[in-house]
């Protein structure tokens, strides 16, 4: 009875042991790949000005997907280039941003157009007179947008003269009307001046 108990316990062991032994073998192997089902990207489509730079970020699907490398490609690296991710607006034009996984070859894509920054303009003060001025000279006024009003600077003295305002030519036949003009292009104003040492009425213009 006691052989037989004995053999039993044995049994029972090496059972145990077997299953053991299954359970680790069945841990180490190799676990079944989660394939990629899909890409997206959190931007579809973007509008930039040559020498823009603009990240793209891709998301695998499932989350859990064992391989997830990509590749990003640009139909036209004339107008855009892209380096993982990274969009770089090289000319005006427009071109596609497609990144693919490496696994099932699934894509995304975003729509880039470039485009050439707005033009600006400078608006150079001409004092126009030979005469010592005070300022000597006024800064320009820089980086001026198309269709634009400026700002009317503070208006210069010269000794013996009389300012008259700001013309848009040398001759100062047509003043320049702050409140209306506006800036079409680079631009020069010309300082009118009067002389306040003669009878009123004469004018004599300096430049």
């Not at 077997?18 to 959190?42: A, I, R």
């Not at 305002?165 to 104003?189: H, M, P, Q, R, S």
Request: aromatic share 8%; charged share 15%; net charge negative.
């Amino acid at each position: 009875m006691k052989k037989n108990i004995l053999l039993i316990v044995v049994l029972i062991a090496l059972v145990s042991l077997c299953l053991v032994f299954t359970s680790c073998d069945n841990d180490s192997s190799d676990p079944t790949p989660v394939h990629v089902t899909g890409v997206n990207l959190d931007i579809t489509e973007i509008e930039l000005l040559v020498g823009d730079t603009n990240s793209l970020t891709a998301t695998i699907n499932p989350e859990n997907a064992t391989n997830k490398n990509v590749t990003w490609s640009s139909s036209n690296e004339n107008f855009v280039t892209v380096s993982n991710g990274i969009v770089t607006a090289v000319s005006a034009g427009t071109a596609t941003i497609t990144v693919t996984t490496e696994d099932g070859g699934k894509t995304a894509t975003c729509a880039v157009t470039v485009k050439n920054p707005d033009p600006t303009y400078t608006v150079i003060f001409d004092m126009n007179c030979t005469s010592i001025t005070d300022p000597a000279s006024i800064d320009p006024i820089t980086d001026v947008a198309y269709g634009s009003k400026i700002s009317k600077p503070t208006d210069p003295t010269a000794v013996d003269f009389t300012f008259g305002g700001w013309y848009k030519e040398a001759a100062c036949t047509n003043i320049w009307d702050f409140d209306i003009d506006t800036v079409n292009g680079d631009t020069t104003l010309y300082a009118k001046w009067t002389s306040s040492c003669i009878a009123a009425g004469t004018r004599i213009t300096m430049w």
